[in-house]
């Protein structure tokens, strides 16, 4: 709350949504081609191999490559929504034309794919714990039956997902932040003392180091909430699309 209070007194309200545009895009480009892959390879498991696409150990296998594959395509928007995100007053970049220009000219191509590594090393358990979690939660609230089948389910199965993956993976999602605003340290000079990395083990261990072994873990508590809402949010409508699409194939 206290983190919420200072950016509402420094910089405003608007504030909390920067990079929305960045973000926006990185979430549909990500979620289409996330969810396109894991079907694809669910079927392909499932017509190549004698394990049902509805396993939950497929599911942890085809959830953390289709993440993969995402992250590789979705990689430059996510640095893009992370640069918007930590740029103080004055912003350094006007919009998100200017985003891609500056960094392009600057820093090189490259730098759009700065916490590559991190992130797909955290993506691939952070997914399939998803995905894997969500079929067990699910197929437990079945067998049990408090709960009805349908749109409740799915939404409290994901929102668990997401949150028991959140926090198994989440050092590795604050590492690829910390890279991906290296080289952009003019703007943060504004919230304080500025550290730069050489790459993933060298941001391990000076983050150990100097900050000690629970900053691996700051600002779990909100990114928990985001998991718990944004996950619970994907399944629920890819589960919705995907039984409404089956109906409609079914009634053709």
Same mark, same amino acid.
């Given at each position: ?13 608007? %504030? ?5 545009? @960045? ?6 480009? &990500? ?7 894991? *079907?694809?390879?669910?079927?392909? /498991?499932?017509? !190549?191999?004698? &394990?049902?696409?509805?396993? @939950?150990? /497929? ?7 289709? @993440?993969?594959? @995402?992250?590789? +395509? ?25 985003? /891609? !220009? ?6 090189? #191509? ?11 090393? #955290?993506?691939?358990? &952070?997914?399939?714990? *998803?995905?894997? !979690? ?28 997401? /949150? ?15 890279? *991906? ?26 983050? +150990? ?8 873990? =700051?600002?779990?508590?909100? !990114?928990?909430?985001? %998991? ?9 409508? &890819? ?10 194939? =079914?009634?053709?």
């Amino acid at each position: 709350m206290q983190a919420w209070r200072c950016i509402l007194v420094e910089e405003g309200i608007s %504030a909390f949504w920067k990079g929305h545009v @960045a973000a926006q895009m990185l979430s549909v480009c &990500y979620g289409a081609v996330q969810f396109a892959s894991f *079907q694809s390879l669910t079927e392909l /498991v499932h017509n !190549s191999t004698s &394990y049902s696409s509805q396993a @939950a150990g /497929v599911h942890f296998l085809c959830g953390g490559m289709a @993440a993969c594959s @995402a992250t590789v +395509a979705c990689q430059p928007l996510d640095t893009l929504r992370t640069r918007f995100a930590a740029q103080g007053e004055p912003k350094v970049y006007r919009n998100l034309r200017h985003a /891609v !220009s500056t960094m392009y000219i600057q820093e090189g #191509a490259l730098t759009f794919y700065r916490g590559l590594t991190p992130t797909v090393v #955290a993506v691939f358990p &952070y997914a399939g714990l *998803q995905f894997f !979690s969500y079929n067990i939660l699910k197929k437990l609230m079945e067998r049990d039956g408090r709960t009805s089948k349908g749109g409740l389910q799915t939404l409290v199965s994901g929102s668990v997902a997401g /949150v028991i993956s959140k926090t198994l993976t989440y050092p590795f999602d604050l590492f690829k932040k910390r890279l *991906q605003v290296s080289g952009f340290e003019e703007a943060r000079q504004h919230f304080g003392e500025v550290r730069t990395y050489r790459g993933l083990v060298d941001c391990m261990v000076r983050i +150990a180091q100097e900050e000690g072994l629970a900053a691996f873990f =700051k600002g779990l508590s909100p !990114s928990l909430i985001k %998991a718990a809402m944004s996950t619970g949010l994907t399944f629920f409508w &890819y589960e919705f699309f995907t039984n409404t699409i089956s109906s409609l194939r =079914k009634r053709c």
